[in-house]
């Protein structure tokens, strides 16, 4: 009848019996809504059950997943040699700290702090009351990178101008001048932006409004390693604490957590053992967040140390 009636596939109706025998391992009794259309839940039950899961196969060494950085464009040709040597100095940051540290002592003190103030502010950059900072971040994945104070800018694309994702930039930046952040304790790391239209770095889960397997873009990857352990982290400091994201959260423990506990699975990967921490900023605090999604959660910078460390 249920083949008829709701055109499921034979290996969908079998799943569904599957299903049932085991029920606290298919199905989430949190939500308190109640609908009184067994017809109704059956159906959505086969719709779901019939959706094509991905599966991860492996790991891999990053080649084209993060191509944003080569498609940034900027529309003035007015100042396009202006920016683009500013781009330049910016590259070329420490060369040029090193030369201007040999000159303390060897030229007036006025003049070492007039070209202290011109090297401060060489990334600066606006146009049509927009303004840009142009970074140098050491452990970034490309240089420099560049961060806007508005997030609608119209003349350059494919940058940081997310008011989330400005202000992680800016907190990193704070923490790391601190000498006790937990990075120096990595033998190595680095960290890079992702585009949410251009970058194939993603975390498929299941999305029950369109009943498919949805795609998953974090703002940020981290990658650290110490000995033979590495460590892959995924930020979304824009992270909302609404069902969306916790069914974001649940797509990523199904592929890389195990047990009651999800702990980190293991992967091994040319004599390395990989693991990986999925990390949201909630915008209104940790104390909104589910009981059992808090671990996935950080407040600050000392928070998210803890957590990965």
């Not at 009184?36 to 991860?56: A, H, N, T």
């Not at 142009?134 to 961060?147: D, E, G, Q």
């Not at 680095?190 to 239209?197: C, G, P």
């Not at 650290?224 to 995924?234: D, E, P, S, T, V």
């Amino acid at each position: 009848i249920a083949l008829a009636k709701y055109d499921c596939e034979v290996k969908v109706l079998k799943k569904a019996k599957e299903s049932f025998a085991e029920k606290e391992r298919y199905y989430d009794f949190g939500e308190r809504n109640s609908l009184f259309e067994p017809g109704l839940i059956l159906e959505r039950i086969f719709d779901y059950l019939g959706v094509k899961s991905k599966e991860f196969e492996k790991f891999k060494e990053l080649e084209n997943e993060i191509v944003h950085f080569k498609k940034i464009r900027f529309s003035d040709g007015e100042k396009y040699e202006e920016i683009k040597r500013k781009i330049e100095e910016v590259r070329y940051y420490p060369e040029r700290q090193k030369e201007l540290d040999k000159q303390y002592g060897k030229i007036p003190r006025k003049e070492f702090e007039r070209q202290m103030t011109l090297f401060e502010q060489v990334g600066n950059f606006e146009m049509k009351n927009q303004k840009i900072s142009i970074k140098y971040l050491a452990n970034h994945y490309y240089l420099p990178v560049i961060v806007s104070e508005t997030e609608k800018i119209d003349y350059l694309n494919h940058i940081i101008n997310v008011d989330s994702e400005v202000r992680f930039i800016e907190q990193l930046e704070e923490y790391l001048a601190k000498p006790d952040n937990i990075f120096p304790r990595f033998d190595w790391w680095m960290f890079s932006k992702l585009d949410q239209t251009l970058d194939e770095v993603l975390i498929p889960y299941y999305n029950p409004k369109e009943n498919n397997i949805a795609n998953f873009k974090p703002d940020f990857i981290f990658w650290a390693q110490k000995g033979n352990r590495y460590l892959i982290l995924f930020v979304d400091p824009k992270g909302t604490e609404h069902a969306d994201g916790y069914r974001k959260i649940d797509g990523y423990s199904r592929i890389f957590e195990i047990g009651e506990q999800k702990e980190s699975r293991n992967f091994s990967y040319n004599g390395f053992i990989i693991n990986t921490k999925l990390l949201l900023k909630p915008r209104r605090g940790i104390a909104e967040v589910l009981e059992n999604y808090k671990r996935y959660w950080f407040d600050n910078f000392v928070d998210f140390a803890g957590k990965i460390s």
